[in-house]
């Protein structure tokens, strides 16, 4: 009955350490990327940062290409 008492306890004890654990990094990452964002806005410019930089970058690269193209 005591090792039942103590496995039971023990697994308690690891999902909520595990919970806060998960929790805490998943806090890290979102404060990571928010603090990043907004340096780079702050350093940038908004024209110059968006949350999909990159995708509009190539996005536009590839319109003015095919408008180039029809041209």
């Known amino acids: 009955v005591l090792v039942k008492l103590r496995k039971e306890s023990m697994t308690e ?3 909520d350490t595990a919970l806060r654990q998960l929790t805490q990094m ?3 990452i ?3 990327y928010a603090s990043e964002y907004i340096l780079a806005r702050a350093i940038h410019g908004p024209s110059m ?6 995708k509009e970058k190539s996005r536009q690269e590839s319109l003015s290409k095919a408008k ?4």
């Open 49 to 54: 940062s968006s949350v999909d930089t990159k």
């Open 26 to 28: 998943f806090l890290a």
């Open 13 to 15: 004890i690891l999902t």
């Open 68 to 71: 180039a193209k029809s041209l």
């Open 30 to 32: 979102i404060f990571f």
